[in-house]
């Protein structure tokens, strides 16, 4: 959604409010930013805030952990 926004130039404040609306109707907090690297553009909706990383921050991790039992510096039968 974000990306889509930067890549046809859609109206940073319509995007805020849509956000806010979603929040709203799920009764939640939602933080995200985003940064078109080609332009620098950034755009964040509680950006300054801090959440806790679900899903995102995991496959990072089971790649380097993957990478560690390729190189048999690490193993799949201890507990992560």
């Not at 859609?10 to 078109?36: E, F, P, R, S």
């Not at 553009?41 to 496959?59: C, D, H, L, P, Y």
């Not at 993957?66 to 190189?71: A, E, I």
């Amino acid at each position: 959604l974000i990306g889509l926004c930067f890549t046809i130039g859609a109206d940073a404040k319509t995007l805020d409010q849509k956000i806010n609306q979603i929040a709203q109707h799920y009764h939640c907090k939602i933080g995200v930013t985003a940064i078109h690297i080609e332009t620098d553009k950034k755009f964040s909706v509680n950006g300054e805030k801090r959440f806790f990383m679900a899903s995102t921050v995991k496959v990072p991790i089971a790649i380097t952990l993957l990478n560690k039992v390729d190189r048999h510096s690490d193993s799949l039968d201890r507990i992560v």
